[in-house]
């Protein structure tokens, strides 16, 4: 058998080939459609809560941002008078474009899924939930190994 590396990568490619084909077919650039994903999730957000959740570099993100802001798919506003902070949210346009997004995403879900038992894809989920998990940057667990 592969290695874990080996396959988790080769997922990763062949799930993001697929997902970016659907998704280029609406005018959309790389890094969008996790941002409207997250947005339509979770309604508004600073930039730096979308960077850490989509796994994006802030300043990335910035530039993606623009480029929605300019197309009309979010909108940028102070909150509770903080000029520290820009909160985004979505336009209805920006709502409808994350709508078709998520659509295409569980298209390709159930495309990736479609070898495996409800049981095996709730499994092959908790446990790449749990992979995640272990991977994230713990401070103290960096402290505690210096």
Same mark, same amino acid.
Not at 32 to 46: H, R
Not at 106 to 123: I, K, P, Q
């Given at each position: 058998? =592969? ?7 080769? $997922?990763?490619?062949?799930?993001? +080939? ?11 650039? &790389? ?11 979770? @309604?508004? $957000? ?5 960077? $850490?959740?989509?796994?994006? =570099? &802030? ?11 300019? #197309?009309?798919?979010?909108?940028? +506003?102070?909150? %509770?008078? %903080?000029?520290? #902070?820009?909160?985004?949210?979505? !336009? ?7 709508? @078709?997004?998520?659509?295409?995403? +569980? ?6 899924? $479609? ?7 709730? !499994? ?9 998990? #272990?991977? @994230? !940057? %713990? &401070?103290? +667990?960096?402290?505690? @190994?210096?």
């Amino acid at each position: 058998m =592969e290695s874990l590396h080996y396959l988790l990568m080769k $997922a990763h490619s062949m799930f993001s +080939r697929k997902v970016l084909g659907e998704v280029g077919k609406t005018g959309l650039t &790389p890094g969008q459609p996790k941002v409207l994903e997250f947005l339509l999730q979770y @309604q508004e $957000a600073d930039q730096k809560t979308i960077a $850490a959740y989509c796994e994006i =570099e &802030p300043a990335t993100v910035g530039s993606i941002l623009l480029r929605m802001e300019d #197309s009309g798919l979010i909108v940028r +506003r102070q909150k %509770n008078g %903080n000029r520290r #902070s820009l909160y985004v949210s979505l !336009t209805d346009k920006g709502y409808q474009a994350a709508l @078709q997004v998520a659509d295409m995403f +569980r298209t390709v879900e159930t495309d990736a899924l $479609a070898g495996l038992s409800a049981d095996e894809a709730a !499994t092959l989920q908790a446990l790449l939930f749990k992979l995640c998990t #272990s991977l @994230q !940057t %713990n &401070p103290e +667990r960096k402290k505690e @190994q210096s």
